[in-house]
């Protein structure tokens, strides 16, 4: 990163200006988002904290119930819901897997597709349009894993079809396991649970 000198700024398209040269609106402009986005790393960093903590507090006292019953318990695995005594609170720990596809799923696409050409009469014109969107990429390439998984629970008896979703099933990698941590309060008047919204556009 470039080294600005005393008595400029730098602006968007790196040039150096004297800051005698920028304007008052535009200093204050920039003192205002920088001391907000010093704010947002601060935070950002007192919640990774948190999560940290309260899923190794939450792995430990797991491991503690199970070490009263003589059973060790992969403390890091598995999903866990914990309540207050009184039932106000609530903690989920939940690990949720990335699915990945292999080159299987290509293959899958095609026994789809010959499916659906053997369907000459057009009455399943709409099976057409859901195995395109199931297969749409994304900018990045990438298959949207539940729209695939989806085309699994339509009731097709074709041999084909049950060929193509066994290719899909064989497809499936799991590439990572993420943690997560939600939770809930007991709502007075509903009795229902709310989460306690720690993301920063649900507050």
Request: hydrophobic share 40%; charged share 35%; net charge neutral.
């Amino acid at each position: 990163m470039m080294q600005v000198p005393e008595g400029y700024m730098k602006d968007m398209k790196g040039h150096l200006v004297p800051l005698e040269q920028v304007e008052e609106l535009d200093l204050m402009r920039d003192d205002l988002v920088k001391e907000i986005v010093e704010r947002a790393k601060a935070t950002q960093k007192v919640l990774a904290d948190f999560k940290v903590r309260a899923m190794a507090d939450t792995a430990a006292f797991v491991q503690l119930s199970g070490e009263k019953y003589g059973v060790k318990i992969g403390g890091k695995k598995g999903n866990v819901t914990l309540h207050s005594f009184d039932g106000r609170y609530r903690i989920e720990r939940a690990m949720a897997d990335y699915i990945v596809f292999d080159e299987r799923l290509q293959v899958a696409k095609e026994l789809i597709d010959e499916c659906i050409h053997e369907w000459t009469d057009g009455s399943r014109s709409e099976v057409k349009a859901l195995v395109d969107h199931a297969f749409k990429t994304d900018s990045e390439g990438k298959v949207s894993t539940s729209r695939v998984l989806g085309l699994r629970q339509l009731k097709i008896v074709h041999p084909k079809w049950k060929k193509a979703m066994e290719a899909i099933t064989d497809s499936m990698k799991v590439a990572d396991t993420k943690p997560y941590l939600r939770v809930y309060e007991r709502d007075e008047k509903t009795d229902a649970f709310k989460p306690v919204a720690l993301a920063m556009a649900a507050v």
